[in-house]
């Protein structure tokens, strides 16, 4: 009992940082990408945001390396401070009037470095907090609150509040989030996951990176897995980038109209995720395969549907699908992998996912140039199954052999 009050209580201070910060994220971002559209009417130059978010990825093997040796304590507080003074910075190029397009694909740029060492400590950190068997209902309802934050930051888009003020907002959250954290992780004052052996050296990364190759080649699993994760994150990306001229193309051409969309997207995976909280399943692969077929589904009748009203339904749909997909998938993964390897594991993840999402996020921008939205989802739902189901067959054929490894290795 005394050990859950003790767990409780971290819990309760991440998620109350989790939702501040994705408040004022998803307000700042909703209000970024709309405003771009409005001066560029360009997707492509929209899409061009996610492309500045994910330069950073090429970094995330050193990055991932780095904060296994670091305190992982200590890279959370300092990569929150850093994040409320990009913030403060580009509220003040803002209300100074320098280019809007460079300063944010600076900001974001700049942003993506420093998050590549945030969340791999952060999500280290967090998950050594839980155990396997409640994992996924506690991710569920993290994740829940964190979409539930989004659905507010997203209606606060149909405020109209100046740029400026919404970057110094977000600074702010940065800095809540910084006395939070440095709270709940207040155990890990003084640990590290890896030996911090020749951390800072060129030798001393490329062994790591050498034993992350070797464990990985026997945990293919985890592999299978982190490919798994690419799916998802283009697809919440393109509804992002693309949900601007969507609005257009429908005549709801108004920027309400564009909130009330991404707050609904936000809702549905608010209201999924803790709902999937209660979905007990002994097949993790059975769940991830409905998962994956319902979202292709729900994606291909946005883009055949030409009622506004149903659309807006659609969308809570596909965020749920979306939402519920990411936890079961990253919660079956954490369970697999051996922490000493997971800053590295999830920064290799990060890498292949910033990659492959920034060229298909420029390609969809390109394409939506000239053709309707609606032709690109129409599409993409049978296309991205199509993609996935060699791979659940893959992890259907491994996932017993990497179960059993992953329970030996914590006794």
Not at 172 to 191: C, P
Not at 257 to 269: D, R, T
Request: proline fraction near 3%; hydrophobic fraction near 55%; charged fraction near 15%.
């Amino acid at each position: 009992m005394l050990f859950a009050v003790k767990l409780k209580i971290p819990l309760v201070l991440i998620n109350s940082s989790e939702a501040v910060q994705y408040l004022m994220v998803s307000f700042r971002d909703g209000a970024v990408i709309w405003m771009m559209f409005l001066i560029t009417r360009s997707p492509l130059d929209v899409a061009l945001i996610t492309v500045a978010k994910l330069l950073s990825g090429w970094i995330a093997p050193i990055s991932g390396s780095l904060v296994d040796s670091w305190n992982l304590r200590r890279v959370i507080n300092w990569t929150n401070l850093l994040r409320a003074l990009l913030c403060f910075g580009t509220s003040f190029a803002l209300d100074m009037k320098l280019s809007f397009v460079i300063t944010i694909y600076l900001f974001y740029i700049l942003l993506g470095v420093v998050n590549k060492f945030y969340y791999p400590a952060f999500f280290t950190a967090y998950n050594k907090l839980l155990d396997n068997n409640a994992r996924f209902k506690n991710m569920s309802v993290t994740n829940s609150i964190i979409m539930a934050a989004n659905v507010v930051g997203a209606l606060f888009i149909a405020i109209g509040l100046h740029l400026d003020m919404v970057f110094a907002l977000c600074g702010v959250a940065y800095l809540y989030a910084y006395v939070i954290l440095k709270s709940a992780f207040r155990q890990y004052t003084g640990e590290r996951v890896a030996p911090p052996k020749a951390q800072l050296s060129l030798h001393g990364l490329s062994n790591q990176l050498r034993d992350l190759n070797i464990y990985l080649k026997n945990n293919v699993g985890i592999v299978v897995l982190g490919l798994l994760g690419l799916v998802p994150e283009i697809g919440i990306k393109m509804v992002d980038m693309l949900t601007p001229k969507f609005a257009v193309n429908i005549g709801m051409d108004h920027r309400e109209f564009y909130s009330l969309l991404l707050s609904v997207f936000s809702g549905g995976a608010s209201v999924a995720g803790l709902a999937s909280a209660l979905w007990r399943t002994k097949d993790e692969v059975k769940r991830l395969v409905f998962l994956y077929l319902l979202s292709a589904a729900i994606v291909t009748c946005v883009g055949l549907v030409q009622n506004p009203i149903i659309d807006i339904a659609l969308y809570a749909v596909l965020g749920g699908s979306f939402m519920v997909e990411n936890n079961a998938r990253h919660a079956l993964r954490v369970s697999l992998t051996d922490f000493v390897f997971n800053g590295r594991i999830s920064s290799i993840s990060n890498t292949l996912v910033s990659n492959t999402v920034a060229l298909v996020s420029v390609a969809v921008g390109w394409v939506a140039g000239y053709v309707p939205v609606r032709t690109i989802y129409v599409l993409w739902g049978p296309a991205t199954f199509c993609i996935v189901l060699p791979l659940l067959l893959k992890l259907r054929s491994t996932i017993g052999s990497g179960v059993s490894q992953s329970k030996e290795e914590s006794v």
